[in-house]
């Protein structure tokens, strides 16, 4: 697999946010979001070659029990991918994988030990015309919905799109940049969706600093 880097820090996102982690960052991914906070990871000669055996040795040589696999966008190589999930899940670690929204979710191995945490891109993105919404319907209720908001009209999107279809899991909405949470909390409150507000935690911790 083409791997961009691997690092421990605090999962900054989503539902398992202040977790010590061990990230696990694929290289390659075919969008160009706007707002995209890692453009080091977005080609496939941005990363070095790893074997699967090679990546559940290195895991199993750190102390965290979490680990998450980023990229770029890993479901760019999909089948190493799934192999990787499932020996890892093997070795007893709980997973979150990432991923833009754009490539099939199916066939990932269903253990309540893996969480998808699946964007859908919205228009300041830039990429809204990437999504699979029909992914939706395959994320279970420990997974995560993700909706970056980058300003008014994409929060106007999020909320059409939630009262348009059923969502099987949690909702996240953060803010691009990860820090500006008053505005959004305050639409939340005032529309009375059923979302979580989140940030970004490890850019509080770390700023834009790379490797955290
Ligand atoms: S999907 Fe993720 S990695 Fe790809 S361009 Fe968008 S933010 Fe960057």
Redo the contacts with the bound molecule.
Sequence with gaps: MKINEIFESIQGEGLLVGLPTLFIRTAG?D???VW?D?PY??LESQGTEWSVDELVTEAKRHRVRDICIT???PLRQKEEVVLLISRLLGEGFRIVLET?GAYPIDGLPRSERLVISM?VKLPG?G?EGRNMLENIDLLRKWDQLKLIIADRNDYEYARKLLSGCSIPCEVIMTPAGGRELKWLAERVLSDGLAVRVLPQMHKYIWGDERGR
């Design positions: 991914c969008l160009r979001c995209c890692t990871a977005l990229g770029g966008d833009s964007d993105s990429m």
